[in-house]
């Protein structure tokens, strides 16, 4: 079966450091563009971060801040979420590329008290 499984979400105080993983299982990440998005209540999706073409994009809200990394062997991605702020809550979701369509895993959920 060809998913993404996303955890390390949780509840956070402002400040504080989140490191949210997705793996990937029935194909690998190799060669694909692999990318972090989140969706706060009551706004559209919105991308965080990418890895493409060896390259990797950040959104400004979180540039300096958050960090995509992966892991091929492991066939998993990271993104280490660093220097968090109440508006960075949203369910996150990790996105790639399969047979031309877009692949989704379930989300996890990110919350920054403050």
């Known amino acids: 079966q060809v998913q993404l499984v996303e955890s390390g979400g949780g509840l956070v105080q402002a400040g504080g450091s989140l490191r949210l993983s997705c793996a990937a299982s029935g194909i690998t990440f190799s060669g694909r563009p692999v990318a972090w998005y989140r969706q706060a209540p009551g706004k559209q999706r919105e991308l965080v971060a990418e890895?493409?073409?060896?390259?990797?994009n950040y959104a400004g809200s979180v540039t300096g801040r958050f960090t995509f990394s992966g892991d091929n062997t492991k066939n998993t991605v990271n993104l280490q979420m660093n220097s968090l702020k109440p508006e960075d809550t949203a369910v996150y979701y990790c996105?790639?590329?399969?047979?031309?369509?877009?692949?989704w895993g379930q989300g996890t959920q990110v919350t920054v008290s403050s």
């Open positions: 996105n790639t590329i399969f047979g031309s369509k877009d692949l």
């Open positions: 890895s493409r073409n060896g390259y990797k």
